[in-house]
């Protein structure tokens, strides 16, 4: 202790002498001094450029001076306004050919595009379509007529009702719209968090009955890993709640059969793309449930982490943080591992809110007190000073997902998103894009852009991308030795992209 207040002092007395009172003008080397002190301790300040990253840098730093001088500014308006612009940035595209590492925070119902969804797996036999009282979707796969379930008191089989519609084009894209949030009016239509949550979970339920076939999930898992893998993104970790599979007899897989799949998916898929480098499950259940079964699902991850090491990457409480219960509230349940001595890391949804001072605002607290080894979101974290300081300490980083934050109305303008603080200060952070069929997405670069160019500003440079990159395999679930693979893997990749783009 007396190390670090040693350490510290010897920080602190420079910048007292550079601060202190002058006559007059104040000396340039000394402001000089400042600036650059400051510029270090941003996400990537510390990191030494090679000549060629230099050149690429200062290219994209005169793209980022136009890109901000133009009007419109894509990340000051929402997402689906904003995507077109995005798309012909010569700043998004090059993010698009970056090697981003590894995606840290992604949902299982929303990994893949929800188009592929509609245009491929809506279009196989036996799928039946179901239209609800509340102008919501339900599909399932079944060898016969379904019995009415989930509101759903007529089942059509969706082969013979397109045969039946003359503009199967214009069916498809009213599909496509129940499976996602996209609208070219997202503030009339979603006027508040209460009602843009309503949608998102309809979205979801929607996607169940597709993504819960067993044959389907399969072919899904694939084009999932093949979407990121075309992002240039080489490693994920997925959270996933493994409900429950079915055939079209009926027959119910249960949680050990979905991962013995993913094992075989992500397997096959790797020798077939031996430049990715895996993916890993992190077992996901509604905050919703009681603590009862919130204990239940706990015992259960427990035992699957020891019987799928590989695979499982740990636990984790999902769903709208406003409305659901607190970690705090679970606490007997989050308890056991270390009562059991067992190994169950933790990576928790905290601080996706911006309700100061409640209950949920504990949540940050109550993660890392649970000894949480990332922080999903963290929107509130800038508002708490003690869990920002202990999070940076114990190198918790955050999970930022830009764009679910803008879309799910947590911020409307990005460059007032408060990650730009957690970045100018360089806390440690990684990409995610949550929930990216959700949003109109694929891959992580339209959240590289938005952090970027929005959130960073013109200070955030490819020192900036390059940390937050390394991030991702830093403080992914990996052990040390499979790090060192990862990254040694990746740096091939960086040096083909600086080589070829400076």
Not at 135 to 145: E, G, H, P
Request: aromatic fraction near 12%; glycine fraction near 6%.
């Amino acid at each position: 202790m007396v190390k670090s207040l040693c350490l510290a002092l010897l920080t602190f007395v420079p910048l007292l002498w550079f601060l202190r009172e002058s006559d007059g003008m104040p000396d340039p080397t000394r402001r000089d001094l400042l600036m650059r002190e400051e510029v270090s301790r941003q996400t990537g300040g510390l990191l030494t450029l090679t000549p060629a990253e230099q050149k690429l840098d200062a290219y994209l730093h005169r793209l980022k001076e136009q890109e901000m001088a133009a009007t419109p500014f894509p990340p000051a308006l929402h997402f689906f306004k904003a995507k077109p612009f995005i798309e012909r940035s010569s700043i998004y595209k090059l993010l698009q050919k970056m090697p981003k590492g590894a995606a840290l925070h992604i949902h299982s119902s929303s990994l893949v595009s929800a188009e592929w969804l509609v245009k491929n797996v809506t279009y196989r036999p036996h799928c039946y379509i179901c239209f609800t009282w509340d102008n919501s979707v339900r599909f399932l796969f079944s060898n016969r007529q379904p019995f009415p379930r989930w509101d759903c008191f007529y089942w059509q089989l969706l082969e013979s009702l397109r045969a039946r519609i003359e503009d199967n084009a214009a069916f498809d894209n009213s599909l496509i719209q129940h499976l996602t949030l996209f609208t070219e009016d997202p503030d009339g239509e979603y006027p508040n968090q209460d009602v843009v949550w309503e949608k998102f979970e309809k979205a979801f339920i929607a996607t169940a009955g597709l993504v819960a076939h067993a044959p389907i999930l399969r072919d899904y898992i694939y084009q999932g890993l093949e979407e990121l893998h075309k992002d240039n993104v080489m490693y994920l970790e997925l959270r996933s709640g493994l409900s429950r599979t079915y055939e079209l007899d009926g027959t119910i897989h249960d949680k050990i059969w979905t991962l013995k799949m993913f094992q075989e998916v992500t397997s096959k898929f790797k020798q077939n793309h031996p430049d990715f480098f895996g993916a890993r499950i992190i077992i996901s259940v509604h905050r919703a449930l009681g603590v009862y079964e919130v204990k239940a699902a706990v015992t259960e991850a427990i035992q699957l982490k020891k019987d799928f090491p590989d695979v499982v990457a740990g636990f984790d409480l999902v769903g709208r943080e406003n409305s659901g219960r607190t970690l705090w509230y679970f606490r007997e349940a989050l308890s056991l591992p270390a009562e059991l001595g067992a190994s169950l890391p933790y990576f928790f949804h905290a601080g996706e809110t911006d309700d100061e001072g409640t209950d949920v605002d504990q949540n940050l607290l109550d993660a890392l007190l649970f000894n949480t080894s990332r922080i999903g979101h963290g929107y509130a974290l800038a508002h708490h000073p003690l869990a920002k300081e202990i999070s940076r300490k114990r190198n918790v980083a955050v999970e930022l997902c830009p764009i679910s934050n803008q879309v799910l109305k947590l911020v409307s303008d990005l460059r007032n998103h408060p990650a730009a603080m957690l970045m100018s200060e360089g806390h440690p952070m990684v990409i995610s894009s949550d929930d990216p069929s959700m949003f109109g997405t694929t891959g992580l670069s339209f959240d590289f852009y938005e952090a970027f160019v929005g959130i960073g500003g013109l200070k955030a440079n490819l020192g900036t991308l390059k940390e937050l990159v390394v991030n991702s395999i830093r403080y992914s679930s990996l052990p040390d030795e499979l790090k060192d693979r990862a990254f040694t893997m990746w740096q091939t990749k960086w040096d083909s992209f600086i080589s070829a783009n400076s």
